[in-house]
């Protein structure tokens, strides 16, 4: 195989994994309002990491994910004690919490001149050399060492979402059921905070621990706009992770912006969301637009109905109507004209009418609203 072409596809394989790895766990995350949790985790895992190097002096992957995992728990323990203190809100708790140790991490890394850690790697990761560093057992190169982690993580949550998927749904949407059917939301908890905290340092060397937010919140938050079932939900969470990985690869090749491809990997991810949010057929922008657009009109012409029913019949009927509203002559010449076409008005000049279809519909307006 051409060594390029090699590069590539370990390059967008290794996209792949840590994509469809963060949504699995990722979507809990948003469903369950903890997106910040996320974030909070891929950060506070870095002095987890110095110290597992620390106590043994290697940086092989088990270590780093065992110093990783247990930081997590930490994060997860601290930010739910100071919570539940009633002094600090959720949010404020991970604000103090995460910044706290991922400067530890940081001081760590700086003060101590003999840790091997690369931080820019950590922070930002280098997707673009994973298929420099092989994975070597029992002396045969196996492949990208990058590419074998990430595919044991996502077998990995696979694993844990398919095994408690019905305690995970339960527990995401009615924790109270959950405790009475006796599924242990805390327990529950915690396990998919390890999940998250493993899959961040697995995802480490290719996309770094603040870009990993992105994969873990983003295509998960772009699903949610666009579907209200669940494994749908899952399924364009991985999907988009996906997509985005490969329209990050393109933009940040040599033809476009010749950039780090984590960077370009997440601003992909954010432009999908963006498209998502935009254009969602019923959570977008848009639609939520026409939709209060629509219920405007339906509201005006319920108005004209319900007032025409009331005034006394004149030449002035339209004025005063225009002039009850405080509308412009556009704006209720527009509601009169659809009022016409839809045979529940009768106009004759400036004399206004409702039919005997429009003075049923007035009626039926009237005891509607009474209700």
Known sequence: MDPELYRVIVILLTGSLVAASCALVGTFLVLRR???????????????????????????????????????????????????????????SIAVVFPALFALGVLLIARIRYVDLDL??????????????PLVL???????????LLGIMLAVNL?????????????TFDPALAESLGFRPQ???????????????????????????AFLVV?????????????????????????????????????????????????TAGMIFLLAWLAAPRHGLLAQFRRRRRLRRRFARDLVLLH?????????????VMAQFEWSGSVGRRVLDELEADGLV????????????????AGDLERAYRK
């Not at 820019?120 to 560093?133: A, M, P, Q």
């Not at 998960?220 to 985005?244: E, I, K, M, S």
């Not at 033809?255 to 491809?261: D, H, I, R």
């Not at 025409?308 to 005063?320: H, I, M, Y």
């Open 308 to 320: 025409l029913r009331d005034l006394p019949k004149g030449s002035d009927v339209a004025q005063r």
């Open 34 to 92: 903890m997106a910040l949790i996320g974030d909070a985790i891929s950060h506070a895992v870095l002095p987890g990491i110095v110290l597992g190097f620390l106590a043994s002096q290697s940086r092989h992957p088990l270590v780093m994910l065992l110093g990783a995992a247990a930081a997590g728990l930490v994060t997860v323990w601290l930010v739910e004690l100071l919570h539940r203190s009633r002094r600090l809100s959720e949010d404020s």
């Open 219 to 267: 295509p998960a938050a772009t699903a949610y706009l666009l579907t209200d079932r669940l494994w749908v939900l899952f399924a364009l969470a991985v999907g988009f992770g996906v997509l985005a990985v490969v329209g990050g690869y393109i933009l940040a090749s040599e033809a476009f912006l010749n950039s780090v491809g984590a960077g370009a990997m997440a601003t």
């Open 159 to 171: 694993g844990l979402v398919l095994a408690f998927w019905k305690e995970l749904k339960v527990s």
């Open 187 to 213: 327990r529950l908890h915690y396990l998919l905070m390890t999940a998250v905290s493993l899959t961040t340092v697995a995802a480490f060397e290719a996309v770094g621990a603040v870009l990993v937010v």
């Open 120 to 133: 820019d790697c950590v922070i930002f990761g280098r997707i673009e050399d994973v298929d420099r560093k």
């Open 138 to 148: 029992f002396g045969s190169d196996v492949g990208p060492r990058s590419l074998w």
């Open 346 to 361: 009768r106009r004759d000049r400036e004399h206004i009418e409702l039919t005997p279809a429009g003075e049923r519909t």
